[in-house]
Nanobody, 123 residues
């Protein structure tokens, strides 16, 4: 069974950096695209960034709010996001998601979601 497993979360001080990874496990699955979302405490989930899995293309939800780079390691089935200059408002549960087809991807109907990982930005 295909699963997405996030790792790399935790507590970081304001101004610090953090790298989250999302690993595809449990089967042969090659997504069309993968994305990161986050849900701050008491707020709705929001789109962070996305990447095309087979090919090129990355987009960010709001680059002014978050300094981040998204990348992938296709042979190892890993997507990652590296976040810099983190602020307390970046505190959230971060989720990765995968879409199996271009139709699902561009309509944001993701086939798989990770369980989420906590990122806390605090001094």
């Amino acid at each position: 069974q295909v699963r997405l497993v996030e790792s790399g979360g935790g507590r970081v001080q304001p101004g610090g950096s953090l790298r989250l990874s999302c690993t595809i496990t449990g089967g042969t699955f090659s997504p069309y695209g993968m994305s990161w979302f986050r849900q701050p405490p008491g707020k709705e989930r929001e789109f962070v960034a996305t990447i095309i899995w087979q090919g090129a293309g990355t987009w960010f939800g709001n680059p002014e709010k978050l300094r981040a780079t998204i990348g992938k390691d296709v042979p190892r089935n890993i997507m990652w996001i590296e976040m810099e200059d983190l602020k307390p408002e970046d505190t959230a549960v971060y989720y990765c998601a995968a879409a199996s087809s271009s139709d699902n991807y561009f309509t944001r109907q993701y086939d798989y979601w990770g369980q989420g990982i906590q990122v806390t930005v605090s001094s």
